[in-house]
């Protein structure tokens, strides 16, 4: 029942909330990872809207690739696989030279999903996931939904990682993250301290020390990779990554185990002095950053490409965690939660790159559906 003095436009809002839409299996995320669990689930004969729905927290397509920042283009990403069953490249204008990542790949999906008929309830935040019978209850910000399986392809975007250290809230300056990062032209005549050793940060340090000074911090000396990375070091990479959540372990990200390319961009900043790396800095002042030897640095801006972790905090109640805090995961490809086979986790761990999620998506399409008995 609801209080005698709700208005309507309360009421119609408590009604929709309190209908619970059943399906037999909720994907999480409509990025890379859960387009392709949605293509491999209407190959496997099942009917969106009937037996599986997609819902999607962002408003409009194109995963966590709409929000990231306007210099990030085609050429500077590493290399976009496309979804299965559609190119990338037809999508693309023809005489285009330096593509937006942050338009080019939400064109690709709007496409994708409009060419196989993927709706997606968007935006639809999953806020928490609890068993309930024979399934899952799925509370979102706009309807409850029932389910019996569950492929989760949340990604990383919503959980960025900022590392603790002593200090930090009595700084006067402004702290911000990767995801936060616009364009260079916000930093300038700020100081900025920028904080990490994998490809956005030295991405956003080349960029931002055209524009002003900067400090360039990281807490092991960075490893840089000569020559192409060729299958076999990929291979390689994301078979240390899968070995870790065999393990219940928690992910390692895949690119922080294959190196850093020593490309051409980065001659050039060696050229320039920019990469004149300190360690990591033992505590923040107020008023900047202070080294275990006691010297100190003002600073403007901490800028934190200290990376992200899976959005998983939704899963909190179904998803048991391993004593080191990971997921104990199994399966073909490892997108199966062991102690709860009803769950699958795509662009997670070892599939947390374009062309792991589509594999991902394929694995666990075909293994939930088996595990459901559908
Ligand atoms: C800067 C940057 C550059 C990269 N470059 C490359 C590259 O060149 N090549 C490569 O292969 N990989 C790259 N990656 C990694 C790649 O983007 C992802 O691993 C890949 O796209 C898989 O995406 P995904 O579907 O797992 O996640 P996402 O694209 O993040 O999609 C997740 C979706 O889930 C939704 N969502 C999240 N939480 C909820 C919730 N609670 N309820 C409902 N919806 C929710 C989000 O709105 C989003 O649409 C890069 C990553 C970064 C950060």
Redesign the pocket.
Known sequence: MWPQHWDGARLITFMVKNIRYKTKIAI?????????SAYHLKKLGLEIGRDFII????PAP?????F?WSS?TLST?????DLPGMSFEETLLPDETEVQ?NIAVPHYFDLYEKRFGLQVY??????KVYLQGHGFHID?SDALFSALGIIN??????NPYIPLYPGAAAFRGEQLH?KDFKTADYFRHKHVIIVGGG??AL?LLDQIAKVTSTTWVTRRPPLFRDGPFDDMAGHNAVAMVEERVRQGLSPQSV?SVTGLPYSAEIRDMEKRGVLQRRPMFSEITSTGVRWEDGSEENADVILWNTG?KS?L??LDAVIPKEPEGGILMTGRLATMVAKEPRIHL???GP???????NRAGRAAAKELVETIGL
């Open positions: 999480i995320g409509a990025g890379q990872a859960g387009l392709s819902l999607d927290e962002a194109g995963g966590a690739w709409q990231r990030l990403v590493n290399k976009i696989h990542a968007r935006p639809t935040k999953v806020e979102t392809a949340t990604g990383t975007w919503g990767t490809i956005s991405q690119v992200f959005a905090q939704h795509v662009g997670y599939s947390a790159s374009t062309i792991g999620a």
